[in-house]
């Protein structure tokens, strides 16, 4: 299996700037496509992104579309999300995970491992 730690959430201000990362351990990382959620309380997850094995292939959900973009490094076991013109309503806990099959997929209950998540709170 594969396991996940992401890093760089934080407090900005809206129209801000973050960029988060997920390091991986364990299996080959380029076995794996890679997805990331954000979730707030009393809410399910919500997909924001996806990226193929090799990174040559994106897929983003609308409401993040050309604000954000997914990338990885697979000679470092990282993924990263690099996000642009946050608003408040992108406040949540912002989660990578890894899937098997490399198509996208928006259903978290598709991907078969999680990193426990890091804070992104946007203030107003």
């Known amino acids: 299996q594969v396991q996940l730690v992401e890093s760089g959430g934080g407090l900005v201000q809206t129209g801000g700037s973050l960029k988060l990362s997920c390091a991986a351990s364990g299996r080959t990382f380029s076995d794996y496509a890679m997805g990331w959620f954000r979730q707030t309380p009393g809410k399910a997850r919500e997909f924001v992104g996806w990226?193929?094995?090799?990174?040559?292939?994106?897929y983003y959900a609308d409401s993040v579309k050309g604000r954000f973009t997914i990338s990885r490094d697979n000679a470092k076991n990282t993924l990263y999300l690099q996000m642009n013109n946050l608003k408040p309503e992108d406040t949540a806990v912002y989660s990578c995970?890894?899937?098997?099959?490399?198509?996208?997929?928006?259903?978290?209950?598709?991907?078969?491992?999680w990193g426990q998540g890091t804070q992104v709170t946007v203030s107003s």
């Open positions: 990226i193929s094995r090799s990174g040559g292939s994106t």
């Open positions: 995970a890894a899937r098997n099959r490399d198509y996208a997929s928006t259903t978290a209950s598709t991907y078969a491992y």
